[in-house]
């Protein structure tokens, strides 16, 4: 991992975050985060592949795959806990 790894990660930790609280509640707040660290650690391997991690090609790649990451992390949790996936 280099040096630009975990600062890769910040925006995925605030889209995630922002999602999560959109939603209402601590645990969709925490898996929202969980979800966008993911979606950006994603995104920094694949962006890094292709070359694409400098740039504005780099970062709107890291927010799409971190929202993805983060509405697919609080569907799952709304379905292990059996609540209904509220609107945002």
């Known amino acids: 991992m280099g040096d630009h790894f975990w600062p890769a990660l910040y925006p995925g930790l605030i889209v995630g975050l922002l999602y999560g609280l959109t939603l209402r509640g601590i ?4 898996a929202g985060a969980l979800g966008g660290l993911l979606g950006s650690a994603l995104a920094y391997y694949v962006l890094l592949k292709f070359d694409l991690n400098e740039g504005l090609p780099g970062v709107a790649g890291m927010v799409v795959l971190a929202f993805l990451g983060a509405y697919c992390a609080t569907r ?11 609107k945002p």
């Open 27 to 30: 645990a969709n707040a925490v």
């Open 76 to 86: 799952i949790y709304a379905r292990i806990t059996g609540t209904a996936p509220t």
